[in-house]
């Protein structure tokens, strides 16, 4: 008696977690249960009871373990002591003690002597069983006295025919799991009523539910998704999402709803339900490799619902799927109304049931998208005008059908008429006229089946899509950029091949729509074309507002594009590929704008791993760089052939190099045959990003291939012959003359010079060294003065000649700089690219310039590090630092790890002190103001060149003398 007030503590405590369902009954969640029995309740409640006090430790372990229930039942009748009976009867199985409820009296009959204490559990327990939904959950059978989670119902209407009642019905918050978070949840309840004694009622609901569930394993965006199916008592009941409402309700709308507000997306929405109906006339699941045939028999509008973006197809309860080699033909089931096919009518008075299959799904389609024609035409006026034109009498009946007798009704044929002469503005809506004339084929083997049907539909959505983004394409006046206009070829020769640039009766028997397509396909490619139409409204916003950019402006675009071609199989995109190169190459120059920059060079600003993903599958980054420079071969042609006569005489046949050439690092040797000349070639390839700049390339090629004309004598600079085209290679060959002493020798670089006399025996003498210094220093001081810029300097790029000098070490006093394929003008608007592509030569650019990367770079329009005379001094640094250690580059820097900012530490900290022991500590300064000349600051170019030669140059011409 003591623990009866805590019990009767407890009680109240239930109590008054009780939730109140539609039906005026009580259940608590076991949420709730779960916060209310804690261990510490739990064992306060044993310790008051008789549980025996070495028996609480493994109870209570039972109880928390999925004993709950049981616990708070047993704390409801004020029996909490009964819990050890029922954990002395578990056989040690492993089961938990909820998993045996619910009980009835007999089953309790162990557990409680007393009828009244069993009586009180049997009927105590229902409200704490109450049912917990989730999604995709299989048949469940409910007793007559399960408690449902449902805290509200209302009635919507009555299925026409009086197959079931429709409720929307609202879930408990902790009585589901369908969707995430705590909240209440709305579903559609249909319950079918078992009416007397038919016999039918379960085998019509089991029938239901083969198809809900078949269905559901498809996953198809277009068919409602059946939640569960539950069986109580009587009664047979299925869950579904709540939609917006009926195309019933959504054809009288005059305002439509703000996702189904364009006929394009009322278009998208019809090839998805279409694409629902052909999955269920054709069967297939992936997941489980079944084959099914099927058929609706009831498509009308009310039958179908919206949600969203979506059309769904619903209400199965005449639907049929069965094994495909027993057809799907059947005897009709006698609805009535104004969408059944002509062959559903009852072929005498004496009412014969007609055999009937999945073209007169098609037939009840067809009459829809009729009425979705007269909407789009003109609201729901026209929709009741069509519906009251067609009232006609049908043998005893009258009623608003699409046929009379063997023939189609007369109104509808008049309304199709109506759209028969295509114009500009109801283009669309003649094509969706033809589909519908399709559709609706008195004699079922006349009409189309589903598939094509789809396809049909499908091909006119996206059809008007592509139009759309067409139409935003031309009309741009504001901007003609070559890489959105090979955008715009791309999408045309992919929406040719796909079949949606022309009409369907034009559509070639090639075309990627030609042939069935399942519903991931289409929607792959739908959900594409409207990123793609997306991305081009985009541009075309952020360039009317003058958005600045700061990357490829088109770098989504053709990512979109990419994915689109990936559709298509590898022969059909090489084919692809192929027309886009001739349609380039075929394009007039003039469509676009004189100073029109491409922005391919942007991708320089990308990070690495998206300008390599580009086009990755489609149209690979290397395809974009082949029609562009295609493009450009056919640009330098047409610019070297109407050259004036005194360039033309810098122009050299790459024929009058012998061959075969001798490489020479990066360059080649061999000899001018006629005069009989040994040369160097150095090769200037050029990149996509030079495409608008065709005219500014052949200059700097020119001024690269004339400069040693205006630098004086003193300067060790090679005189150059010419200059050559490889279309084949893109690339140009500036052709330099080696000296008349050098015409029988074999150059060496001064890198092999150094590493084929490292030993102190054969390294040259300070005096050698410091020569070979100051003219360095000098020759990039006078270029530069001369107002270039060289990029290229490197031990690789300074040519000697030891064959005319006593030892090889000797020949380092007279260098000749050479590596001039990277040279500009140090003007702020000429155009740059970024570091060389050898790797070699990287290791001689400086830290912040590598930051570039390796890819074609507009640094003026990105505002980005350019090319300046401080990054020449830093490889100037990098020489003298060679030079001092009498050491390559990368046996200095071999055992040094790190980035390049961490490297020039480390030479800074421990190679220029060795560095001063050897050549004296002002040839270690002078190697430090090279390596440190670059500060960030934005310093002027002649401030520099002074900087340079206070610092290096004269300091160590002083000690050279």
């Known amino acids: 008696m003591a623990a009866l007030p805590l019990s009767l503590g407890i009680c109240q405590e239930l109590d008054a977690l009780e939730i109140e369902n539609f039906e005026q009954r009580y259940f608590i969640p076991f949420e709730k249960v779960q916060q209310l029995f804690t261990r510490e309740k739990v064992q306060t409640l044993l310790e008051t ?74 009927r105590k327990q229902w409200r704490f069983l109450a049912p917990c939904l989730q999604a995709d959950q299989t048949h469940r059978v409910f007793s007559e006295h399960t408690i449902l989670p449902f805290v509200s119902s209302k009635r919507l209407t009555n299925a026409d025919g009086a197959y079931g009642d429709i409720y929307q019905v609202t879930v408990e918050a902790f009585h589901h799991s369908i969707q995430p978070g705590r909240a209440q949840l709305d579903l559609i309840r249909k319950e079918i009523v078992r009416a007397g004694d038919e016999s039918n009622i379960e085998d019509d609901y089991d029938n239901e539910r083969h198809v809900l569930s078949s269905l559901r394993c498809l996953k198809h965006p277009s068919i409602v998704r059946l939640v569960t199916a539950y069986s109580k008592g009587d009664t047979y009941n299925f869950l579904f999402p709540v939609a917006d409402g009926d195309l019933k309700k959504l054809l009288s709308l005059e305002q439509r709803p703000s996702l189904l507000g364009s006929d394009q997306a009322i278009f998208d929405a019809l090839w998805s339900l279409s694409s629902a109906v052909e999955s269920i006339h054709s069967y297939f699941s992936r997941d489980f490799n079944v084959r099914q045939i099927g058929c609706h028999y009831d498509i009308k509008p009310g039958n179908i619902l919206y949600q969203g973006e979506r059309f769904l197809l619903s209400d199965f309860g005449l639907s049929r799927l069965r094994d495909d080699s027993e057809g799907s033909r059947s005897l009709y089931k006698g609805v009535e109304g104004s969408y059944i096919a002509p062959e559903c009518e009852p072929a005498s008075e004496g009412f014969e049931r007609a055999k009937i299959g999945r073209s007169s799904d098609v037939w009840s389609f067809g009459c829809f998208l009729s009425e979705i024609l ?63 004339k399709a559709a609706l084929q008195i004699e079922p083997e006349k009409r189309f089946n589903a598939s094509v049907m789809t396809l049909r539909i499908f091909h006119l959505a996206q059809k ?42 034009e559509m070639p028997d090639t075309a990627w729509l030609s042939t069935p397509r399942n519903h991931e396909e289409l929607e792959k490619i ?9 991305e081009v409204e985009s541009v075309k916003d952020d360039v009317k507002t003058n958005k600045p ?28 590929m192929s027309r886009l190169e001739d349609m380039v190459l075929n394009m007039n120059d003039e469509t676009l704008l004189p100073d029109s920059r491409a922005r391919l060079n942007e991708q320089a600003a990308l990070p690495y791993e998206l300008e390599s993903s580009l086009g990755a599958n489609g149209v690979p980054r290397a395809a974009y760089r082949r029609i562009i420079l295609l493009s450009m071969l056919k640009r330098i042609a047409s610019a070297l052939a109407h050259q004036k006569h005194a360039d033309q005489d810098l122009v050299l046949d790459k024929n009058s190099l012998s061959k075969p050439s001798i490489p020479y690092h990066c360059h080649s040797l061999s000899r001018l045959v006629g005069v009989d000349r040994k040369v160097l070639t150095e090769r200037m390839v050029y990149q996509e990003s030079w495409y608008p700049r065709v005219e500014e390339l052949l200059q700097r090629v020119k001024a690269i291939t004339s400069f040693r004309n205006n630098i004086p004598d003193v300067i060790p600079i090679l005189k150059s012959r010419g200059y050559y085209h490889d279309p084949s290679q893109h690339h140009f060959g500036i052709v330099y003359e080696l000296p008349s002493f050098a015409q029988d020798t074999h150059p060496m670089s001064l890198h092999d010079i150094i590493h084929q006399t490292e030993s102190r025996l054969h390294q040259p003498s300070l005096t050698m060294k410091f020569d070979l210094a100051i003219k360095l220093v000098d020759c990039v001081l006078s270029f530069h003065k001369a107002g270039w810029l060289h990029k290229n300097i490197c031990s690789f790029n300074l040519m000697c000649f030891p064959d005319v000098f006593p030892t ?57 590090i350019r090319y300046r005379q401080e990054f020449d001094y830093y490889s100037v640094g990098l020489v003298l630092l060679e030079v001092g ?38 040839y270690g300064e002078a190697v430090t103001a090279c390596l440190t000349s670059y500060s960030g600051a934005n310093e002027e170019p002649n401030e520099a060149r002074k900087d340079f030669e206070s610092r290096v140059v004269n300091p160590i011409r002083e000690r050279s003398v």
Not at 526 to 534: I, N, P, S
Not at 899 to 920: A, C, F, N, Q, W
């Open 49 to 122: 009871s008789d549980v025996k006090f070495y028996d609480r430790e493994d109870i209570t372990k039972a109880i928390l373990h999925r004993g709950r229930r049981v616990f708070a039942i047993l704390a409801s009748i004020h029996e909490i002591g009964a819990i050890t009976r029922f954990v002395e009867r578990d056989n040690l199985g492993g089961n938990h003690l909820d998993a045996r409820l619910p009980l009835d009296k007999a089953a309790l009959a162990p557990i409680f002597p007393q009828e009244k204490a069993r009586l009180n559990f049997v």
């Open 374 to 436: 007269a909407y789009l035409n003109g609201g729901p006026d026209d929709v009741k005008k069509f519906h009251t034109g067609r009232r006609a009498k049908q043998g005893p009946h009258w009623g608003h059908y699409f046929h009379v007798g063997n023939r189609l009704n007369p109104a509808v044929i008049e309304f199709l008429q109506s759209f028969d002469v295509r114009r500009p503005e109801n283009e669309d809506l003649h094509s969706l006229s033809g589909i519908v």
């Open 464 to 505: 008007n899509r592509f139009q759309t983004i067409c139409s935003l394409l031309d009309d741009r006046p504001y901007l003609k950029e070559f890489e959105l206009e090979m955008e715009y070829l791309r999408l045309k020769i992919w929406a040719e091949t796909v079949g949606i640039a022309s009409e369907w009766d």
């Open 526 to 534: 739908q959900e594409g074309l409207k990123k793609c139409h997306g």
């Open 549 to 576: 950019f700061t990357y490829n402006r088109y770098y989504h675009l053709q990512r979109t594009q990419d994915d689109l071609w990936d559709m298509q199989h590898a022969s059909i995109r090489k084919s692809m």
């Open 808 to 864: 090889k070490a000797a020949s380092i006093t007279h260098p000749w700089m050479i590596g001039f394929n990277y040279s500009r003008l140090n003007h702020k608007t000429a155009f740059t690219e970024g570091p060389g592509y050898e790797l070699a030569l990287q290791e001689y650019q400086h830290p912040e310039y590598l930051k570039v990367s390796s890819r074609d770079y507009s640094e003026k329009e990105h505002h980005a």
């Open 885 to 922: 250690l009498w050491k390559s580059l990368s046996r200095i820097t071999k055992n040094i790890r790190g980035s390049p900012e961490e490297l020039l530490k480390r030479l800074l900290k421990d190679y220029i002190p060795v560095v001063k022991t050897h050549m004296g500590d002002f």
